[in-house]
């Protein structure tokens, strides 16, 4: 069974730093693009960031660009997410998502959210003010 399953979330204060890591089970996630995505109460489930796995290249919401960084090691923990700064506003369940690669025209572009083929169950950030 393939699983993905987040951790390093919880409270911190206004200004703080967490880093979440996204842990893989089941199969390997050479090739994959990683993402993390959050969904705050209410809202719907938006993009944070993504890493390719080709060229290492990143990708971030605007809200975090400058204070979040994502970042890649080993296929057994694919993914990372570096938060600094954090504001309440960041408040929220964050997910790990993984897409195979995915072109159009011989060209790989950034997958969309619906366009992910694995999820984790999420883990909850906090940031008091």
């Known amino acids: 069974q393939v699983q993905l399953v987040e951790s390093g979330g919880g409270l911190v204060q206004a200004g703080g730093s967490l880093r979440l890591t996204c842990g893989a089970s089941?199969?390997?996630?050479?090739?994959?693009?990683m993402g993390w995505f959050r969904q705050a109460p209410g809202k719907e489930r938006e993009f944070v960031a993504a890493?390719?796995?080709?060229?290492?290249?990143?990708y971030y919401a605007d809200s975090v660009k400058g204070r979040f960084a994502i970042s890649r090691d080993n296929a057994k923990n694919p993914v990372y997410l570096q938060m600094n700064g954090l504001k309440p506003e960041d408040t929220a369940v964050y997910y790990c998502?993984?897409?195979?690669?995915?072109?159009?025209?011989?060209?790989?572009?950034?997958?969309?959210?619906?366009?992910?083929?694995?999820w984790g169950q999420g883990t909850q950030v906090t940031v008091s003010s």
């Open positions: 998502a993984a897409s195979a690669p995915r072109t159009f025209s011989g060209r790989v572009y950034w997958p969309t959210k619906d366009e992910y083929d694995y």
């Open positions: 890493a390719r796995w080709d060229d290492f290249s990143t």
């Open positions: 089941g199969r390997t996630f050479s090739g994959y693009t």
